[in-house]
């Protein structure tokens, strides 16, 4: 309900993604298996709408809705083509459902398909306007049963976009990303190093000084009047995003810094004299990052009963004396079964320690710690 109330306002959405993240509750992208025209919870996760992908909107979201709710689940696109309302069979709702991953669940890549839906769509259109108008072939009225002759459909390639474009179209078509993101993993490590994130630099006062760390998206390289190269970009974190502006001077220092999808620590200037706040970029630099939980895992065995508050709180205490790259997860059993909860990224501890393994040992119990 949160995010659909938010779907306007991508900045909004994105501190709900964040949190979700933070939350540990899963967003997926748009699917025409499962996606309302607004968020949905499906199961134990939440699905992102169609009506908020970008040309599609909600009577396209619709027409594909109506058509699952009436004949069930499609199998794949050549079902989806033949059986979705041809106005809903629009090229560009359809490459930019592709580039969302609204075709994921339908076993098809989605560099697959963007190589191959115009044809597809073509051939499926022209078939289905072709018995809509009673057009005989030279065998009879064969057309009907042609959409389901496999030997009749374009072969659909199975390779795949590398992630970051993968994730560049996704935020395209979205506004944000939703399966993944370039920091997934690295939140740890850059908020080490940056003094605010995104969100709090926006709550910045005018000329303060500031350091945040995020990915460079929506950049644009320009000429001033004088001939001078400058640039602008959005500077993302996981919680939004801030217009950052690069000013000649500091635009010829750091230019080969300056890139689409890289992650940045820029050190700039509050500017909050227009109703939006953005930065003004003095001193950018490409920091070394390590990928949380890149580390050996550490697990944690306990029964159910034996989980007291006190005892969380201990384990609390001493994982958060040694951090490192290791994730924690814990195994709590009881009679019928065992759950695995996987501790938050905040909590990734050096493993290998041995005072780490000696204290959890002394409030687990050996054997309890592997």
Known sequence: AMLTSTKGDKDKTAIYLAECRAMDIEVRVPDVNESESDFTVVENYIRFGMSAVRNVGEGVSELIINTREEGGKFVDFYDFCERVDIGALNKRTIESLAKAGGFDSLGHTRKGLLMTYEMIVDNVVSRRREREAGIMSLFGDVSSEEGNDSSSRITISDSEFEKTLKLTYEKEMLGLYISDHPLAGLEKALNAISEKTVMQAKESVEGNMITVGGVITALNRRYTKKGELMATFVLEDLTMGIEVMVFP?????????????????????????????????????????????????????????????????????????????????????????????????????????????????????????F
């Not at 706040?277 to 890149?294: F, H, N, R, W």
């Open 249 to 369: 001077k500091t635009m010829a220092v750091y230019s080969d810094r300056i890139a689409e999808d890289s992650i940045v620590l820029v050190q700039a200037r509050v500017d909050a004299r227009d109703d939006a706040v953005k930065l003004i970029a003095m001193d950018i630099t490409k920091p070394e990052l390590q990928i949380e939980g890149s580390g050996p895992p550490l697990r944690l065995k306990i029964s159910s009963h034996s989980l007291t508050k006190e005892r969380a709180d201990e384990l609390h205490t001493i994982l958060s004396r040694y951090p490192g790259d290791s994730p924690v997860f814990l195994h709590i059993s009881d009679k019928l079964k065992e759950t695995i909860v996987r501790f938050g990224a905040n909590f990734a501890v050096d493993a290998p320690s041995s005072s780490l393994r000696a204290e959890l040992i002394s409030v687990l119990g050996d054997g309890c710690v």
